[in-house]
């Protein structure tokens, strides 16, 4: 094993779990989905440790989203919030930062991991793992301009692994506070294999801390997963659409106490709960169930693993139908029913139609599913 190339090892002053002694979790950062009314209705489930916003996008004429800002101002349960960052012009990010000092960040997070083709394309995301330059200029540019914590969330390669020991060099190098390792490639997307064994090797060689990501579908994985990698804890995205208890139990599960198993009635209200967070007049109600289709995807084989939800879910047009449908399937049929099993390992593994398959990018500007 390499020695990482940084013999100075900082002294990091990362925020408290909400249990203290526990390891963190953090809600991964997702474009249109990790906003103030998510945030608000995971936190009424169980917060997690750690937030982190969507990406403010930087380039030469871009200002601060006021609606991502609102994620960190308005912060319902008082967590940490880490404010992430797409781009790779020095100037810009330096305004940035400098702009978003005047809020309460926990910090800088500089995304290195977007697999969306037209994100890496700009040689931004995912597409500055192909060029170590541009990541070594980045990484001393944010370190030095960065007065709160500097973490970075970055993928094991763009389409292999062969520069991941010298980009783990560089976030040694430049004192990086956090590393939130997504454990495939760029080219890997969402659907291949994860290797943890990269976390561990990551865990080994940096003098930073590691929240391991990527395919942490229960809290029987992330126990598992954090334990045998000795990563800092689990950062946790996808799985949290489907399964917003998933913090709560991965909490419980550390505290050796039983682990609170929703039923399909708690599935109900959560769905009428993320209705109503994103609910906005002045959007047509067709175009806010369509959004809420988006979510359901991925709640609905914890509901129906047949597929027969989702089916009848995609063809509504007016809230009344939607909920008709879910009242159908969380409250009727499937009255006191445990949705989201331990021992259902992922929604991707228990379907063989590529129809049923949902997916959704940490940096996409939506929520993407292949229609039935």
């Not at 990541?135 to 001393?140: E, M, P, S």
């Not at 399937?329 to 228990?350: Q, Y």
């Not at 500007?365 to 292949?370: A, H, I, L, Y």
């Amino acid at each position: 094993m390499q020695e990482a190339t940084n013999s100075t090892v900082r002294t990091v002053s990362l925020p408290d779990a909400v249990v203290p002694g526990q390891w963190p979790t953090a809600l991964a950062p997702m474009q249109d989905v990790t906003n103030l009314p998510y945030m608000r209705v995971v936190s009424r489930r169980g917060s997690p440790d750690y937030y982190f916003t969507e990406y403010f996008r930087v380039h030469g004429t871009s200002r601060l989203d006021p609606r991502i800002l609102r994620s960190i101002t308005e912060n319902p349960d008082g967590r940490p919030v880490f404010a992430q960052l797409i781009g790779e012009n020095l100037v810009d990010l330096r305004r940035t930062v400098r702009t978003l000092r005047e809020y309460p960040v926990a910090g800088i997070d500089l995304n290195m991991g977007c697999p969306a083709p037209r994100v890496y394309k700009k040689n931004v995301g995912g597409g500055l793992l192909r060029d170590p330059q541009a990541v070594d200029r980045i990484l001393g540019t944010l370190r030095e301009e960065t007065t709160t914590l500097f973490t970075v969330k970055m993928r094991i390669g763009f389409a292999d692994d062969r520069l991941f020991e010298t980009l783990l060099s560089l976030v040694s190098k430049h004192n990086v506070d956090l590393l939130s390792l997504h454990v495939r490639t760029v080219q890997g997307g969402y659907r291949s294999e994860p290797s943890y064994a990269h976390a561990k090797h990551a865990v080994d060689f940096l003098p930073c801390p590691v929240l391991l990501n990527g395919n942490i579908s229960t809290s029987k994985v992330a126990h598992e997963e954090v334990i045998r990698s000795g990563a800092y804890g689990a950062m946790i995205g996808r799985a949290a659409i489907r399964n917003p208890w998933i913090f709560k139990q991965i909490r419980q599960m550390q505290a050796n106490e039983n682990v609170f198993q929703p039923n399909l009635e708690d599935a109900y209200i959560y769905v009428e709960e993320l209705y109503e967070e994103f609910s906005d007049p002045k959007v047509p109600e067709e175009k806010q169930v369509a959004r809420m289709k988006k979510f359901l995807n991925f709640v609905g084989l914890g509901v129906d693993p047949r597929g027969e939800f989702l089916h009848k879910m995609r063809r509504s047009r007016t809230k009344d139908e939607l909920f008709s449908v879910c009242s159908r399937f969380m409250r009727e049929e499937g009255r006191g029913a445990t949705a989201f099993h331990e021992h259902f390992p992922s929604v991707v593994s228990r379907v063989q139609s590529p129809a049923l398959l949902p997916t959704i990018s940490s940096c996409s500007s939506e929520f993407e599913f292949p229609s039935t």
